[in-house]
C-alpha cells in the first residue's frame, strides 16, 4: 500500500463526519446463518453524525463524494449521507466537507450489502446511484435489482424516490424494466442527458427534495467517473422512480440481458461500484 492511501487512512480517523464501522460490529451469526446487527446511528444520524433534523438523502457509491458535497452546499435544508467501501476515496469528500464545516454531510464506509444495518425504517427520504457498476454479470449485484430494492424499501419514507444517473446503457434499461415489472411510478428518464434530456428536465422538473437545485445538479455536477466517460463520447442517462410497491419485487422477465451487454461497447467496468 502506498504511502499516499496509508496517510489519507489516518487523516479519515480524525474526520468526525466520516463513519467507520468494522464488518464484526454490523454482521452476526445466527443459527450458523449470517446476518446483521444494528448500528448505534441507526434512526440517530442525528444528532450523532447531522446537527439538524431535515430530509436525508443518501447517495450509493459515492466515490470521492463530489455529488455528496455539491448537493449539500446547494441545499442546506436537506441532509447528506455519501456511502463507499473505498476510504481512498472517500477521504476527498470527507476532509472537504470538515474543512468547510458542512454540518448536513456525513460520509459511511462500508459495503452497501450491508445499508439497511445503518438506516432505519422512514428515514431516508431518497437514494442517489451515480455511475454504479453495472455488474453485467450478477443481476443481484445491480444497485437496482430486485434485491437492492427490497434493502431501500426498509429505510425509504413510504413513496421514497431513487435516482440513477449512469453512462452504462445495460443499467439504464434494466433499471427501467424493473420500474416498469414493478408498477413503479416513474418520474423522469432520458437516453441522453446532456442532449434532448436537458430540455425535457428543464420544463418538467424532477421530484425531489432537493427541487430545481436537484435538476441544476444533473448537469452542473461531473464526478471523477462521468468526466471519463464522456470524454469516451458516451452517453450519459438519467432515471427516478418512487419505491411505492408493496408486494415482492420481481426482475423483469423481458429484459435482453444479452442484446444490451452488447451495447456496452467500449465501455469498461473501472471497478467504480460502491459493493465491490
Not at 20 to 29: H, I, N, R, T
Given at each position: 500500500?502506498?504511502?499516499?492511501?496509508?496517510?489519507?487512512?489516518?487523516?479519515?480517523?480524525?474526520?468526525?463526519?466520516?463513519?467507520?464501522?468494522?464488518?464484526?460490529?454490523?454482521?452476526?451469526?445466527?443459527?450458523?446463518?449470517?446476518?446483521?446487527?444494528?448500528?448505534?446511528?441507526?434512526?440517530?444520524?442525528?444528532?450523532?453524525?447531522?446537527?439538524?433534523?431535515?430530509?436525508?438523502?443518501?447517495?450509493?457509491?459515492?466515490?470521492?463524494?463530489?455529488?455528496?458535497?455539491?448537493?449539500?452546499?446547494?441545499?442546506?435544508?436537506?441532509?447528506?449521507?455519501?456511502?463507499?467501501?473505498?476510504?481512498?476515496?472517500?477521504?476527498?469528500?470527507?476532509?472537504?466537507?470538515?474543512?468547510?464545516?458542512?454540518?448536513?454531510?456525513?460520509?459511511?464506509?462500508?459495503?452497501?450489502?450491508?445499508?439497511?444495518?445503518?438506516?432505519?425504517?422512514?428515514?431516508?427520504?431518497?437514494?442517489?446511484?451515480?455511475?454504479?457498476?453495472?455488474?453485467?454479470?450478477?443481476?443481484?449485484?445491480?444497485?437496482?435489482?430486485?434485491?437492492?430494492?427490497?434493502?431501500?424499501?426498509?429505510?425509504?419514507?413510504?413513496?421514497?424516490?431513487?435516482?440513477?444517473?449512469?453512462?452504462?446503457?445495460?443499467?439504464?434499461?434494466?433499471?427501467?424494466?424493473?420500474?416498469?415489472?414493478?408498477?413503479?411510478?416513474?418520474?423522469?428518464?432520458?437516453?441522453?442527458?446532456?442532449?434532448?434530456?436537458?430540455?425535457?428536465?428543464?420544463?418538467?422538473?424532477?421530484?425531489?427534495?432537493?427541487?430545481k437545485d436537484a435538476v441544476d445538479a444533473l448537469f452542473e455536477v461531473q464526478t471523477y467517473y462521468e468526466r471519463m466517460f464522456l470524454d469516451m463520447g458516451l452517453k450519459i442517462t438519467y432515471l427516478?422512480?418512487?419505491?411505492?410497491?408493496?408486494?415482492?419485487?420481481?426482475?423483469?422477465?423481458?429484459?435482453?440481458?444479452?442484446?444490451?451487454?452488447?451495447?456496452?461497447?467500449?465501455?469498461?467496468?473501472?471497478?467504480?461500484?460502491?459493493?465491490?
Amino acid at each position: 500500500m502506498g504511502h499516499g492511501k496509508l496517510r489519507k487512512f489516518k487523516e479519515n480517523e480524525s474526520f468526525s463526519c466520516l463513519l467507520q464501522p468494522e464488518s464484526f460490529e454490523v454482521l452476526a451469526v445466527r443459527d450458523g446463518v449470517f446476518g446483521l446487527n444494528p448500528h448505534p446511528v441507526k434512526g440517530h444520524w442525528v444528532p450523532q453524525m447531522l446537527q439538524k433534523q431535515q430530509p436525508l438523502v443518501v447517495e450509493l457509491g459515492c466515490g470521492r463524494g463530489e455529488y455528496t458535497i455539491d448537493l449539500g452546499l446547494r441545499n442546506p435544508d436537506c441532509n447528506y449521507v455519501g456511502v463507499d467501501i473505498k476510504g481512498a476515496r472517500l477521504w476527498k469528500g470527507a476532509k472537504y466537507a470538515t474543512q468547510h464545516e458542512m454540518h448536513n454531510v456525513a460520509f459511511l464506509r462500508t459495503r452497501i450489502e450491508f445499508i439497511e444495518a445503518f438506516f432505519a425504517p422512514g428515514e431516508v427520504s431518497e437514494i442517489w446511484l451515480t455511475f454504479s457498476d453495472p455488474q453485467l454479470k450478477s443481476e443481484n449485484n445491480r444497485l437496482t435489482s430486485p434485491r437492492f430494492l427490497e434493502r431501500y424499501r426498509k429505510f425509504l419514507k413510504p413513496g421514497g424516490i431513487v435516482h440513477l444517473k449512469t453512462d452504462s446503457q445495460f443499467l439504464h434499461k434494466y433499471s427501467k424494466a424493473v420500474a416498469q415489472a414493478n408498477g413503479l411510478e416513474m418520474l423522469a428518464c432520458t437516453d441522453d442527458l446532456y442532449g434532448e434530456g436537458r430540455k425535457q428536465l428543464y420544463d418538467s422538473g424532477i421530484a425531489s427534495v432537493c427541487g430545481k437545485d436537484a435538476v441544476d445538479a444533473l448537469f452542473e455536477v461531473q464526478t471523477y467517473y462521468e468526466r471519463m466517460f464522456l470524454d469516451m463520447g458516451l452517453k450519459i442517462t438519467y432515471l427516478s422512480f418512487r419505491i411505492d410497491h408493496d408486494g415482492a419485487f420481481v426482475s423483469p422477465a423481458d429484459f435482453d440481458v444479452d442484446f444490451w451487454k452488447g451495447v456496452e461497447g467500449k465501455r469498461r467496468s473501472f471497478g467504480h461500484g460502491g459493493q465491490q
